[in-house]
């Protein structure tokens, strides 16, 4: 018999989970089970420039495609239900929690005063609790983590920590599963604006903290103006990062970091070559912790990059126009773009192979899921 899930109101998620996994339903909500074809989850505009939160099978079909008021930008799979957060692209105040299996919009998420989104997200592993780098526009720039909490269908915040900096952006679960890796971007922005406030005073850094807000670890890179922006971690705990270079394009900057466990902060070794063909500026960035493999998409350059994660030897460097979102699949690696065809990189043999996949060309948001 299933629960109504209003039934669970104020109920701890984390308490029944492990009986609800067991009996396949969680509180109404069937549970979602791996071995189905990956869901693609992310952000799309449509050629009049509306907003959509749209979901695909690799094969093209669509699962659904649902109308938002607000750009997006990451898209963030509870760990057990099939419920997703679309979170509003920077300076947004709005997010939608949005049911995977048929696109219904089961809540406007909104940011409260004096606050807007940084475009990401995590839900903890108990699926009970989700934390969203947010900007504290009455101190333009000082960076909170909003911590909501899932009550039935509904996201309601309860209360904030500090990003320990400023111009907070990716954030990503450590796997131990309670340590948040934070991507502080250094830069300031009014509230509703997305002007640099500080460029010649930035102060980017990588944080870890607990979930409790205390503090880890806070590291920065030399290069004042390279904002930390977007991550990847893999399963042993290497973390790796992809940067913003703010300033001049002729400055040979690196884009890439990493973070091997007990290791310091410091650049990823990547060729003069590529790193000339990011255009100071990357997008998102993946890890294939099976394969031992890292991706990086690099839209200004409309080039998609694969390297060996623990000898740093390039794998791939192919053109793609405009691309945008990529994430780790079984076989390599699934590549969106704003322009073109996403592509799936088959990376198994010696040399990785190209494919096109049936989705629709074009106006993907830089960043994509797949559950």
């Known amino acids: 018999m299933q629960i109504n899930r209003r039934a669970f109101l104020g109920l701890s998620i984390a308490a029944v989970a492990a009986t609800a996994a067991a009996a396949g339903t969680y509180g109404g909500w069937t549970l979602m089970h791996s071995g189905a074809q990956p869901l693609l989850l992310s952000a799309r505009n449509d050629s009049a420039g509306k907003h959509f939160a749209v979901g695909y099978r690799l094969d093209g079909s669509q699962v659904f495609a649902t109308q938002v ?3 997006c930008h990451d898209v963030i799979g509870h760990p ?18 949005i049911d995977t299996r048929d696109g219904r919009l089961l809540q406007t998420v909104h940011s409260p005063e004096q606050r807007h989104f940084y475009g990401h997200a995590v839900f903890h592993k108990d699926g009970e609790w989700l934390y969203a780098t947010e900007n504290d526009t009455s101190d333009p720039g000082r ?5 909501y909490r899932l009550q039935g269908e509904q996201l309601q915040r309860v209360s904030e920590l500090s990003t320990h900096g400023i111009g907070p952006h990716q954030l990503l679960w450590m796997p131990d599963g309670e340590t948040l890796a934070v991507a502080n971007g250094g830069i300031r ?22 979930r409790d807000g205390s503090l880890v670890s806070k590291e920065q890179l030399p ?7 977007h991550m990847a971690v893999a399963n042993d705990g290497t973390l790796v990062t ?29 060729d003069d070559a590529q790193r000339q063909l990011m255009s100071q500026y990357t997008a998102s960035v993946a890890i294939h912790s099976e394969l031992r493999l890292l991706a990086l998409t690099a839209p200004r350059g409309n080039r998609v990059f694969i390297w060996d994660l623990d000898s740093a030897a ?39 192979s190209s494919t096109p996949l049936h989705l629709p060309a074009g106006l993907w948001d830089n960043h994509l899921r797949l559950v």
Do not use: W
């Open 143 to 147: 960076g909170v983590l909003g911590v």
């Open 189 to 210: 922005t009014e509230a509703d604006s997305r002007v640099e406030m500080n460029l010649n005073a930035m102060e980017s850094s990588l944080v870890l903290l607990r």
């Open 242 to 270: 992809g940067q913003q270079y703010m300033g001049e394009l002729s400055d040979a900057v690196p884009l890439l970091a990493i973070k091997r466990p007990d290791q310091p902060f410091q650049h990823f070794p990547v």
């Open 69 to 71: 008021n607000e750009r």
């Open 314 to 352: 390039l794998r791939l460097d192919a053109p793609l126009a405009d691309c945008a979102g990529v994430g780790a699949v079984a076989n390599g690696f699934v590549v969106s773009s704003g322009v073109g065809r996403c592509r799936l990189y088959d990376c198994r043999n010696p040399q990785i």
């Open 80 to 97: 057990f239900l099939p419920m997703a957060l679309f979170v509003g692209r920077r300076p947004s105040t709005q997010s939608y929690l």
């Open 223 to 229: 290069e004042r103006m390279n904002s930390v922006r």
